[in-house]
């Protein structure tokens, strides 16, 4: 009996995905562990391995196939020991069932938009709420309109597409009962029209299309943004011994090809003041608080496809030299896309550094359900006081930015302070 192939969870808040590219055509024979395609998640593209043996009798999804529901079949195997004619004249029948769906939803839709150019000859009020049921299709700006002159939607003939009242159906419009209850666009539909519906006013554009990840960068931040509580701690530190002993570390690892950046001191710095002051390596989950015994420290790193943040497990114990291979190899699966789940799902706290670009200070976006993240700047000579005396300093500005809800202010303070202790008496990174 053929086997179906079905499009695999490949995170735990994978939902659908896009079929980016096969790999393998119908009559390619697989084995166990090949590679047979590559998928877009909501994290990264990721390639899909074959676990069973045999030939490829169909291709029931075309590549470039968008929003590809977990478990639809994307394909069909003939086994070792089946006929693959036989196996490949029973292909189509699941691949129907399971494509069948999408086009009868089409045509079910469809046919509502037919009677909306009735309006021009017909003024009955029923066209506009006809595509969906009982419910008025109205822009938010004619809600707003409607609201403010107190004119009922029900009322009023839609002329955009599908029947939509605009704001000219509103504005040749008599004033009648009020439309208190439709005025105001729905939740869903306050969160959704702003980034979908953007006025065209006249300037040349290009429309590029959201990839997975970037969706759900769009759909976590806000989320975080609107739920989380962020409370921001800033403060200076000096970088000049830091910089020092970087650069007698890698006078001594130059031998075995080992350069250390700042940014792999700067992710043990911040893993051992976590150690110091545990009350922040925490997460806030409704009705408790997990305190974390490991410093798994996320560091942004800035992809094609959008930022992702792949993670320095138990950083705290980890050489500098050991980060900085890891964070070298990590940020290149990043870019390129080939992050597994288990790179970049979990971490305790994170840190962006933007210093590269010169960018002196910035508050960052806590990445959930971590309660924390460190965003630091560019480091510049600036007068400092140095041993009670003035003087020039390398300085740097760090800003961590707190989940009220498990962090108090005085715990991200000490949490600052110790950083900023690490980093200015930097031989405790390589104790």
């Not at 608080?289 to 996320?298: E, G, H, M, Q, W």
């Not at 003035?390 to 962090?407: C, E, K, N, Q």
Request: proline share 8%.
């Amino acid at each position: 009996m053929p086997t179906p192939i079905k499009m695999p969870a490949l995170s735990p808040t994978m939902e659908e995905g896009t079929l980016a590219r096969w790999l393998v055509k119908v009559g390619d024979k697989v084995s166990s562990g090949d590679i047979m395609a590559e998928i877009e998640t909501d994290k990264a593209t990721m390639e899909f391995e074959a676990v069973d043996e045999g030939t490829i009798v169909s291709i029931d999804v075309s590549e470039g196939s968008e929003g590809v529901k977990v478990g639809t079949v994307i394909a069909t195997l003939a086994g070792e020991d089946e006929d693959v004619s036989e196996a490949a004249a029973a292909a189509p029948a699941p691949a129907k069932s399971e494509e069948k769906p999408t086009p009868a939803a089409a045509p079910a839709a469809a046919p509502a938009p037919d009677p909306t150019p009735a309006p021009d000859s017909t003024p009955a009020p029923s066209p506009a709420p006809a595509p969906s049921g009982d419910r008025i299709i109205a822009s938010p700006l004619a809600k707003r309109i409607a609201g403010q002159k107190g004119i009922d939607l029900a009322g009023v003939t839609g002329s955009g597409p599908n029947g939509r009242i605009v704001k000219a159906d509103v504005e040749g419009s008599q004033a009648g009962a009020p439309a208190g209850v439709t005025a105001a666009p729905s939740p869903t539909e306050a969160a959704s029209v702003p980034s979908a519906k953007i006025p065209d006013f006249g300037i040349p554009f290009e429309a590029v299309k959201l990839n997975n990840i970037r969706k759900t960068i769009a759909r976590r931040l806000t989320e975080a943004k609107q739920t989380i509580p962020h409370i921001y701690l800033t403060l200076d530190v000096r970088l000049d011994a830091l910089l020092k002993l970087r650069g007698e570390l890698n006078a001594a690892l130059e031998s075995q090809g080992i350069k250390l950046s700042v940014n792999d001191l700067l992710i043990k710095g911040l893993a051992k003041a976590l150690l110091q002051v545990p009350s922040c390596n925490v997460s806030f989950a409704g009705d408790e608080l997990r305190k974390y015994s490991r410093a798994d420290i996320s560091v942004a790193v800035a992809a094609p496809s959008g930022l992702i943040t792949p993670i320095i497990v138990d950083a705290g114990s980890k050489s500098i030299s050991a980060i900085s291979t890891e964070m070298k190899e990590l940020a290149g699966k990043a870019r390129d896309g080939k992050l597994q789940p288990h790179e970049y799902q979990g971490g305790t706290a994170s840190l962006s550094n933007l210093g590269m670009f010169g960018i002196k200070q910035f508050d960052a976006v806590i990445n959930p359900p971590q309660a924390m993240i460190l965003a630091v700047g560019a480091g510049e000579k600036r007068p400092a006081v140095v041993d009670g005396a003035l003087s020039v300093a390398t300085v740097m500005s760090a800003t961590g930015s707190f989940d009220h809800r498990a962090i108090d202010g005085a715990d991200g303070a000490q949490l600052m302070q110790a950083f900023q202790q690490i980093v200015e008496n930097p031989l405790g990174l390589v104790a």
